[in-house]
T-cell receptor
């Protein structure tokens, strides 16, 4: 149990385009989803926390207009990187916690974004 | 000051030996403690969680928690080359809601 999927697993896009990443909880209802970014050989950096039906809470320094998060249902959250630039190239990982285990986060497999 | 501290390693362990990983945290109100394993290029995978002082065993893994000393550890018995990865300690603090604070991770290398 507690399986989280992400799509796509990797994406290459041109500078200036927008990219949407989906995060789904497959076998549980995710009341909270988290979005992280990880640069090579660095630790996870929390970008934002989203609760179903509410606006996301962004960490300090994360541009909410650039990284749009939507948590429309208890099984789906999306992260849209708008007007992507090469410096946005990174490994984006979502995690989810559910009703039965509110403090345990289960991670998706991640999405590797490369912006040319 | 970093809130969750781990030795970055690498921790080199012979195959079959015990790997001992340590983690200290600063928030005395922390309630929940997690160990994740992250292979290079992959996302973190939950290994264990522990809430109470003492030991918790799951297969070859044992988590140990000492809240008085603000210390949590992970033992990996009979280490295998497939255990070579970065191990992340994460803490859920009382004040943090359900956000996790991660340590920087300890890289473990198990040599055949």
């Amino acid at each position: 149990g507690a399986v989280v999927s992400q799509h796509p697993s990797w994406v290459i896009c041109k500078s200036g385009t927008s990219v949407k990443i989906e995060c789904r909880s497959l076998d549980f209802q995710a009341t909270t989803m988290f979005w992280y970014r990880q640069f090579p050989k660095q630790s996870l950096m929390l970008m934002a926390t989203s609760n179903e039906g509410s606006k996301a809470t962004y960490e300090q320094g994360v541009e909410k207009d650039k990284f749009l998060i939507n948590h429309a249902s208890l099984t789906l959250s999306t992260l849209t990187v708008t007007s992507a630039h090469p410096e946005d190239s990174s490994f984006y990982i979502c995690s989810a916690s559910g009703v039965r285990f509110t403090d345990t986060q289960y991670f998706g497999p991640g999405t590797r974004l490369t912006v040319l | 000051q970093k809130e969750v501290e781990q030795n970055s390693g690498p921790l080199s362990v012979p195959e079959g030996a015990i790997a001992s990983l340590n983690c200290t945290y600063s928030d005395r109100g922390s309630q929940s403690f997690f160990w994740y394993r992250q292979y290079s290029g992959k996302s973190p995978e939950l290994i264990m969680f522990i809430y109470s002082n003492g030991d918790k065993e799951d297969g070859r893994f044992t988590a140990q928690l000492n809240k008085a000393s603000q210390y949590v550890s992970l033992l990996i018995r009979d280490s295998q080359p497939s255990d070579s990865a970065t191990y992340l300690c994460a803490v859920n603090g009382e004040a943090a809601g359900n956000k996790l604070t991660f340590g920087g991770g300890t890289r473990v290398l198990v040599k055949p």
